[in-house]
């Protein structure tokens, strides 16, 4: 079983249809994996059915009993957060405010503030319209610790593959370098960057490969729309031999990835020519550096 990642520098390359079609070509042989838990949109090309759903709790958020309140201030005095506001006369925890630090229930005189785990969300596991099946999540709205929702994610989705004898899993990651992608990069065994030729594409795909190199995982690239900067198409090219990345494929600029968004499917289910070839190429070699390295 081998964990291929999908990613990018920056938002907006093409990463998750080229995730969805590399999906869809595994078929039965791959599980898919949405590690873009702050903006998951898998589930709208590849059709879910949510057959399993679980809160996800990561963190804690600070609860005043209102019985127990002498409305001293002492909370609000010391929370750096300024979560603590008075609101009708009361103290209320605000939760998109509080970290959970728990500094507030410590100073509290009468105990009348507690910690509670806090639900940050929800995944799921559902049957996909490829014969196989995906582990997706959702952040909840202004919650943090997704890089704890990925690692869930991730781990499910590495039991069912190990349940089912798949030969990969397919992992969408999230955009750019932070929390969520490290979380994803976490014991992969090949990574795909997805990238644009444009000055933030070719900044952005520096600064994430960067991060790929102090995994020490080897990676391939796939140039999505180089036809519209010929130029720093070929800066790319050169970045790439210059750090031994693989130059998977280059994908033009084709108004059918709207398109194939539009209807719900992927680009090689919805184009049956020029990106349809190119992106089943894109898979086989994908395959291939994955099992050789």
Not at 111 to 117: F, G, H, M, Q
Not at 233 to 244: A, S
Request: charged share 20%.
């Amino acid at each position: 079983m081998k964990e291929i990642v999908v990613i990018s520098g920056k938002g907006g390359t093409g990463k998750t249809s080229v995730t969805a079609s590399f999906a869809y070509l595994g078929g039965e042989e791959t599980v898919v994996a949405d590690c873009d838990v702050d903006a998951a949109d898998m589930h709208l090309l590849l059709q879910p059915d949510f057959s399993k759903a679980e809160d996800f709790y990561s963190g804690e958020v600070a609860i005043i009993n209102q019985d127990e309140c002498i409305k001293c201030g002492k909370c609000a005095e010391v929370c750096r957060f300024d979560a603590i506001p008075i609101i009708d006369t009361q103290y209320i925890v605000q939760p998109l405010d509080c970290e959970g630090c728990g500094y507030c229930a410590r100073v509290c005189p009468t105990n009348a503030i507690t910690n509670e785990s806090q639900n940050v969300g929800q995944w799921y596991i559902s049957n996909i319209k490829t014969g196989s099946v995906m582990v997706h999540a959702k952040l909840a709205i202004g919650a943090d610790n997704s890089g704890k929702l990925v690692a869930k994610v991730k781990n499910e989705a590495k039991l069912l593959a190990k349940n089912r004898n798949s030969d990969f899993i397919i992992i969408d990651g999230s955009p750019g370098v932070g929390c969520p992608v490290v979380s994803s990069l976490s014991g992969a065994n090949f990574v795909v960057l997805v990238t644009e030729p444009s000055v933030s594409g070719l900044h952005d795909l520096k600064r994430v490969y960067k991060l790929v190199k102090k995994f020490n995982i080897k990676a391939g690239c796939i140039i999505n729309k180089f036809d519209i900067n010929e130029n720093v198409t070929k800066e790319i090219g050169e970045f790439l031999k210059k750090e031994n990345i693989a130059h998977i494929s280059n994908l033009p600029y084709d108004d059918n990835f709207t398109k194939a968004m539009t209807v719900g499917q992927t680009i090689v289910e919805f184009d049956k020519g020029q990106l349809q070839t190119i992106l089943t190429e894109s898979w086989s070699k994908v395959k291939q550096l994955t099992i050789n390295n």
